[in-house]
């Protein structure tokens, strides 16, 4: 593994912090209405999101998650300013406004969405590896999905394909404990999602996501393990989102105390409390740190301020109209 040096940890801070600041803007803003429809943060989880960042080859691998996926196409290498304007609907968005909070995508980078359809990106993820095998790129690809979309069914037919055929991908579980309102001990005979792998003689086990080292480790070895041909991994990413599953969610089915005790071992103050201990950096280069995330995010928040909407043609332009369309009327 690519050793963790005083500058990871750096830049692990800064972007953490960003990716956080960034989210918590998204929330001030869904209030008032320049966001609009659904919204789901990551706040809580970003640890896994620096973890892998570390150790995947970003010229060739690939990444796919579900609709919490505001901030993994900008480590991925997306303007951040492009990925807020496309939450507010614009035209400089990255699919110019008509993908919103759930669709942000860049081919460019590496990143296949954002995904509305629980689960929907499981085996589109094992499809991305089939190609890249197929295609001998030598490319991994990362594929995340939340604890409730480990219960859809496509994911054991997936399961079985990949490794059938040896895919080169990983499966990433980020469990959060509570799907969209209910928890994980209530979905299944057992807790441990990552036992799933056993089924099917997977590599698997859990992970400690609060961590970006303990991401890096485990995330290592299963992108070694697919790049050398040995097919997939599953890991179970043991996370907490410290907001709702989205704006609109009450939380009612857990207590603040039980936020506040995950929050003592929040990934970004880990990060930070490294920093200092190790002589990395002072409180007052942690200020200056501090000050130019604020002022990254306030340059996105402008940028999708000004920014126009999409003309109206626009949405008209992805659709197509065929005269002789079967089993309807034509020309309704």
Same mark, same amino acid.
């Given at each position: 593994?690519?050793?963790?040096?005083?500058?990871?940890?750096?830049?692990?801070?800064?972007?953490?912090?960003?990716?956080?600041?960034?989210?918590?803007?998204?929330?001030?803003?869904?209030?008032?209405?320049?966001?609009?429809?659904?919204?789901?943060?990551?706040?809580?989880?970003?640890?896994?999101?620096?973890?892998?960042?570390?150790?995947?080859?970003?010229?060739?691998?690939?990444?796919?998650?579900?609709?919490?996926?505001?901030?993994?196409?900008?480590?991925?290498?997306?303007? +951040?300013?492009?990925?807020?304007? #496309?939450?507010? *609907?614009? %035209?400089? =968005? $990255? @699919?110019?406004?008509?993908?919103?909070?759930?669709?942000?995508?860049?081919?460019?980078?590496?990143?296949?969405?954002?995904?509305?359809?629980?689960?929907?990106?499981?085996?589109?993820?094992?499809?991305?590896?089939?190609?890249?095998?197929?295609?001998?790129?030598?490319?991994?690809?990362?594929?995340?999905?939340?604890?409730?979309?480990?219960?859809?069914?496509?994911?054991?037919?997936?399961?079985?394909?990949?490794?059938?055929?040896?895919? +080169?991908?990983?499966?990433?579980? #980020?469990?959060? *404990?509570? %799907?969209? =309102? $209910? @928890?994980?001990?209530?979905?299944?005979?057992?807790?441990?999602?990552?036992?799933?792998?056993?089924?099917?003689?997977?590599?698997?086990?859990?992970?400690?996501?609060?961590?970006?080292?303990?991401?890096?480790?485990?995330?290592?070895?299963?992108?070694?393990?697919?790049?050398?041909?040995?097919?997939?991994?599953?890991?179970?990413?043991?996370?907490?989102?410290?907001?709702?599953?989205?704006?609109?969610?009450?939380?009612?089915?857990?207590?603040?105390?039980?936020?506040?005790?995950?929050?003592?071992?929040?990934?970004?103050?880990?990060?930070?409390?490294?920093?200092?201990?190790?002589?990395?950096?002072?409180?007052?280069?942690?200020?200056?740190?501090?000050?130019?995330?604020?002022?990254?995010?306030?340059?996105?928040?402008?940028?999708?301020?000004?920014?126009?909407?999409?003309?109206?043609?626009?949405?008209?332009?992805?659709?197509?109209?065929?005269?002789?369309?079967?089993?309807?009327?034509?020309?309704?």
């Amino acid at each position: 593994m690519k050793k963790i040096t005083k500058e990871t940890y750096l830049n692990w801070y800064e972007e953490m912090l960003f990716w956080r600041k960034f989210e918590d803007k998204l929330a001030q803003v869904y209030i008032q209405q320049k966001v609009r429809g659904f919204l789901h943060l990551y706040n809580g989880q970003e640890a896994i999101l620096a973890g892998s960042l570390h150790v995947m080859d970003l010229s060739k691998d690939k990444m796919i998650t579900a609709y919490r996926n505001h901030v993994q196409p900008i480590g991925m290498g997306v303007d +951040p300013k492009r990925v807020m304007a #496309e939450l507010f *609907g614009k %035209a400089t =968005g $990255t @699919s110019q406004g008509l993908g919103g909070s759930m669709h942000i995508f860049s081919k460019e980078k590496g990143f296949y969405g954002g995904h509305g359809i629980v689960g929907g990106q499981i085996p589109l993820g094992a499809g991305m590896a089939f190609g890249d095998k197929y295609h001998k790129r030598d490319a991994v690809t990362l594929c995340f999905f939340g604890d409730g979309a480990a219960r859809q069914g496509s994911l054991h037919e997936t399961f079985n394909m990949a490794m059938l055929w040896k895919l +080169p991908v990983v499966f990433c579980v #980020e469990n959060n *404990g509570y %799907a969209m =309102g $209910t @928890s994980v001990a209530r979905t299944a005979n057992h807790e441990d999602i990552w036992k799933l792998g056993l089924g099917y003689e997977m590599p698997c086990g859990p992970v400690d996501a609060m961590s970006p080292v303990a991401v890096a480790e485990a995330m290592d070895e299963a992108i070694d393990r697919a790049r050398r041909g040995d097919g997939p991994t599953f890991l179970e990413l043991k996370t907490y989102r410290y907001r709702g599953h989205s704006m609109s969610d009450a939380q009612h089915y857990r207590t603040k105390d039980e936020v506040a005790e995950y929050q003592k071992i929040d990934p970004i103050t880990q990060v930070k409390d490294i920093l200092l201990k190790e002589g990395y950096a002072t409180e007052d280069d942690i200020k200056v740190m501090d000050k130019r995330v604020k002022e990254r995010v306030a340059e996105c928040e402008k940028f999708a301020d000004e920014s126009p909407f999409p003309e109206k043609n626009v949405m008209y332009d992805v659709v197509y109209d065929q005269d002789d369309y079967p089993f309807l009327p034509h020309k309704l």
